[in-house]
């Protein structure tokens, strides 16, 4: 696609349940990012991958939290028995080199848990 | 983490005058900024870059100022219009692969 996309774009879960949220890049990027945005408040990083490998998970906040690429496309964000904290806007971000330079954030996915 | 953050949480201008929004950072080490735009239900847009080897950079109706000295940032917007209504982040970057994103300022350009 033209853009980076995300699904689903909300999410309601109840506190305990576990929840997958999906990210598709843009077509041929190298890199991917996750990061969690709280309301009000900023991107914060959670985890960086490379193609497939995940190189940087130094963001996510616990052991529930869980990331994958397989295939070096797209990528499953995971959280397991989600918590009220977990609620917030999951943005992924794609680009394509490696690092950071030039790359093009999604329109996230809103996770809410009740 | 970092701390980078803005001065003001809310500015309110009127159509057609220019807007400045201010960002405070605290790692000395940054070398790479960037001024990102969001708008409701949205994610963040890239507007403008700065190295931290410049201290100002102008884009079309955007400009970045960089003050190393007492680290700060600044987004000028000349001749604002509705459709920048948003909220804006800057955010920086030292090493690796991650951005440091202040809080953010919402603007709102008032008809």
């Known amino acids: 696609g033209a853009g980076v996309s995300q699904s689903p774009r909300y999410k309601v879960a109840k506190r305990g349940q576990d929840v997958a949220l999906r990210c598709d890049p843009i077509?041929?990027?190298?890199?991917l990012f996750w990061y969690q945005q709280a309301l009000g408040q900023g991107p914060e990083f959670l985890t960086y991958f490379q193609n497939e490998a995940q190189l940087d998970k130094s963001g996510l906040p616990s052991d529930r939290f869980f990331a994958e690429r397989p295939e070096g496309s797209v990528s499953t964000l995971k959280i397991q028995r989600t918590q009220q904290e977990d609620s917030a806007v999951y943005l992924c971000?794609?680009?394509?080199?490696?690092?950071?330079?030039?790359?093009?954030f999604g329109s996230g996915t809103r996770l809410t848990v009740v | 983490g970092e701390n980078v953050g803005l001065h003001l949480p809310t500015l309110s201008v009127q159509e057609g005058d220019n807007s400045i929004i201010n960002c405070a950072y605290s790692n000395s080490a940054s070398d790479y900024f960037i001024w990102y735009k969001q708008e409701s239900g949205k994610g963040p847009q890239f507007i403008i870059d700065?190295?931290?080897?410049?201290d100002k950079r102008q884009g079309q109706r955007v400009t970045v100022l960089l003050n190393k000295t007492v680290k700060h940032l600044s987004l000028q917007i000349a001749a604002t219009q509705p459709g920048d209504s948003a909220v804006y982040f800057c955010a920086e970057n030292s090493a690796g692969n991650q951005f440091y994103f202040g809080t953010g300022t919402s603007l709102t350009v008032i008809p």
């Open positions: 077509s041929g990027h190298v890199s």
């Open positions: 700065i190295r931290s080897n410049m």
């Open positions: 971000a794609s680009s394509p080199r490696e690092g950071w330079y030039g790359y093009t």
